[in-house]
């Protein structure tokens, strides 16, 4: 810490709404630097930290959950306060921060997903990745969706990894979902799923495909699946040629995917079916219900950005289907009080400062990082330097703040206590922590989840009591 920081008077005050990886790496840059003492209270409006990682990263991928101890690290600094259950707009406003705090951060994240826009999306059995991937992950505010596994055959649209975790989760066996986390009703549901075909619809190109070969290899690798590819589907155009080229990433893909299209089925339980250049132009159903998808192929084009861009043929075909997952990104939400670019998702900002919608001038003391300020694009570790950039610029404003009196963010107990918010410290967490962990020390897990805010704070009420 500089020798005259002290003299700055009180620590600069920070809110961060949203306690996931982009706020945990913006809080961890904060008590990182030196320049400025800071006192960070971090939000969030479930009982539990982590964000995507606890809710996003699937079951079966526990050693991405690790990053975990980078969190608590941050977590356990005697400058941060961890507020769950604590929800902007419901129990605090952006008026309560904006006055009780010199800086206002908000990592909010992407909170929904972009619609196919086509016919029948709406039929019973047509579902998003978002909720899917919530559902299973023990997300509270999914603890009560159903899904069907009835039918015999699912396509999924899309080809991120995302979109390789919703094929995975469903092709998996009970004995390889038992030993992960997933959500206890999911696993019995999924256990009993009657699920043989999932097809996998891509609009472009194997080379345009945004899966990693990491995930590629896991979905190869599935003991449960044959994975099944059409060679006639990796004969590059021209335009693709030249892009693979260039894109080692790209060429790994399609390495693995070569291989698979040589290898013979071995009569597993479920088939895989990678579709390249197509997309889903209708979903059919009788009585409401999901029957059959129409698609329809394309042929890629060059754009003036110099990407290439699918355009339909007007060749189409059915696939009977009983169930759809859209997995074709995820789209912030506006929240009261924050500006909001519709057409792009995210709170409008410069550099992470955040900006008015109509007249792109910068709001002093308000600031955003993660999916909120550039879209839902990266891996969990991206939000780290997006992270940094924002709190570069926080520390150059705080320069000009006063910060010689004021009660300020003392007072955000005793207001959440006035208006009955029974909110969660990390402390708090730390038992709930250790009790899924206990849960799941029996049947051999890494946790079993709670599912509702209720059994969290009743289980707190327990321990305390």
């Known amino acids: 810490m500089r020798e005259d920081a002290v003299s700055d008077g009180r620590p600069l005050r920070v809110a961060i709404v949203g306690a996931g990886p982009a706020g945990f790496y913006a809080a961890g840059a904060l008590v990182r630097q030196d320049e400025i003492p800071v006192a960070i209270d971090m939000f969030d409006r479930l009982p539990t930290p982590y964000g995507l990682v606890r809710y996003g990263v699937a079951p079966d991928h526990q050693k991405i959950k690790l990053v975990i101890r980078v969190y608590e690290k941050t977590a356990r600094d005697p400058r941060v306060r961890y507020f769950g259950n604590v929800d902007l707009g419901r129990d605090v406003s952006t008026a309560d921060l904006k006055e009780l705090y010199d800086q206002v951060v908000y990592a909010v994240g992407a909170a929904t997903d972009r619609k196919l826009g086509i016919p029948g999306e709406e039929l019973s059995g047509s579902y998003s990745a978002t909720e899917f991937v919530a559902w299973y992950n023990a997300h509270p505010d999914f603890a009560d969706h159903r899904f069907d596994f009835e039918p015999r055959s699912a396509v999924v649209v899309g080809v991120g990894n995302v979109a390789v975790d919703v094929i995975r989760i469903l092709a998996k066996s009970r004995e390889e979902l038992a030993a992960t986390d997933i959500a206890d009703p999911a696993l019995e549901a999924l256990a009993a799923s009657k699920v043989e075909e999932i097809h996998v619809l891509s609009r472009r190109g194997p080379v345009q ?8 290899r896991e979905v190869a690798g599935l003991e449960n699946a044959d994975v099944i590819v059409d060679p006639a589907d990796l004969a590059l155009d021209p335009l693709s040629e030249k892009e693979l080229a260039d894109d080692p990433a790209a060429q790994k893909n399609l390495e693995i995917l070569h291989q698979l299209a040589e290898r013979p089925a071995a009569g597993r339980t479920r088939r895989i079916h990678f579709h390249f250049l197509v997309s889903p132009v209708e979903i059919v159903g009788t009585e409401g219900r999901v029957t059959s998808v129409v698609i329809e192929r394309n042929r890629l084009e060059p754009r003036s950005d110099g990407r290439l861009a699918a355009r339909g043929t007007g060749e189409r075909e059915v696939l009977e289907a009983g169930l759809v997952f859209r997995s074709i990104g995820y789209l912030g939400v506006p929240i009261a ?7 792009r998702g995210v709170i409008p900002n410069l550099e992470g400062r955040v900006t008015n919608a ?8 308000e600031y955003v990082v993660g999916w909120a300020k550039r879209g839902p694009t990266g891996l969990i570790g991206t939000n780290k330097m997006d992270a940094v950039e924002t709190v570069k610029h926080m520390l150059e404003d705080a320069k000009g703040i006063d910060r010689s009196a ?10 959440l206590s006035e208006r009955g918010v029974r909110w969660v410290s990390f402390a708090d967490w730390e038992v709930l922590d250790r009790l899924e962990q206990e849960r799941g020390s029996a049947p051999g897990r890494p946790r079993v989840k709670f599912l509702r805010r209720e059994e969290m704070l009743k289980a707190l009420s327990r321990e305390s009591g």
């Open 209 to 216: 495909a945004k899966f990693s070969a990491a995930e590629l």
């Open 406 to 415: 004021g009660e300020g963010a003392a007072a955000i107990a005793p207001l």
């Open 358 to 365: 109509e007249d792109a001038h910068v709001r002093p003391g």
């Open 337 to 343: 009080g924050i500006p909001f670019d519709r057409k």
